[in-house]
């Protein structure tokens, strides 16, 4: 039975991602489960015990999937698929036109089987020595939410807010991008521009001075932002990456788009 996810659900849930290898910051995770904008839903078996999990981040318009896992000794047998189809489904009974996730190569295709398309992929990019600890000066922020909303057609000031309670903006002319706290990791994220790869350079190089010089820094880059160089320049390596897929009419400006706000699940 597919219901919605309770404190047991979330403790199995860390373990199977554990185990995987994945990496979901405490702060996304607490967005996850504080309820409004967000919802999660558990599969469990017959004698309740919890089998599975998958998360929804609504915005305005659109809403993301994530973190969708099977217990592996249940996989293979329609779990994913059924605990995907219901998530979808109370996401667009609540009014959402378009749907978006990252997916790896094994889960594309489930997605492209119910309408889903790539329009690109995403990168991780790590820099596992942390930045500088250098003393930084944060702008305000305060124009983050529209600048986000032209480039994704969407309004997503809600999750911008949660993020910056444990981050800050910086700016190098149009350059934007938001450094923010998980628990053991920071992440560069959401970053916009206008492309020129000199006040983005510059960012990045300030972005990395000010970071936290004991916890490695995180980015999921756009591929085809063509900001590669500038990042592997600034001691950044890849560190794999996955599919971006949507179902829905999108308006986002790809070529102001650089990097997600956050590790897959929300956008």
């Known amino acids: ?117 790539s329009v690109g992929q995403i990168e991780r990019w790590v820099r596992q020595e942390g930045g500088k600890g250098k003393a930084g000066t944060p702008v305000a922020g305060s124009n983050s939410a529209v600048v986000d909303a032209a480039i994704w057609g969407d309004d997503r000031h809600p999750l911008l807010r949660h993020l910056e309670k444990t981050g800050s903006w910086q700016q190098q002319g149009e350059s934007l991008a938001l450094l923010y706290r998980g628990d053991d990791l920071q992440i560069i994220g959401p970053w916009h521009s206008a492309g020129d790869r000199q006040d983005d350079a510059v960012l990045l190089d300030r972005l990395v001075a000010i970071a936290d010089p004991q916890l490695e820094l995180v ?40 990097a997600l706000a956050t590790l897959g699940s929300c956008g």
């Open 1 to 117: 039975m597919i219901v919605t996810a309770e404190d047991r659900d979330w403790l199995i849930f860390r373990k199977m991602a554990k185990q995987e290898g994945w990496r979901v910051p405490q702060n996304e995770l607490s967005l996850h489960r504080q309820g409004g904008c967000s919802r999660a839903w558990a599969l469990r078996h017959n004698d309740d015990t919890s089998i599975g999990l998958i998360t929804g981040f609504r915005h305005q318009h659109s809403a993301w999937i994530g973190n969708l896992i099977i217990a592996p000794s249940e996989r293979g047998r329609g779990y994913g698929a059924a605990l995907f189809d219901h998530a979808a489904g109370e996401l667009r009974a609540a009014g959402v036109t378009t749907l978006w996730l990252t997916a790896s190569a094994a889960g594309v295709p489930l997605y492209a089987a119910r309408g889903f398309h």
């Open 219 to 258: 980015i999921d880059l756009v591929a085809d932002s063509a900001r590669q160089s500038l990042l592997a320049a600034a001691g950044f390596t890849p560190g794999g990456g996955t599919e971006l897929m949507v179902a829905g009419p999108i308006q986002v400006q790809w070529s102001r788009l650089l």
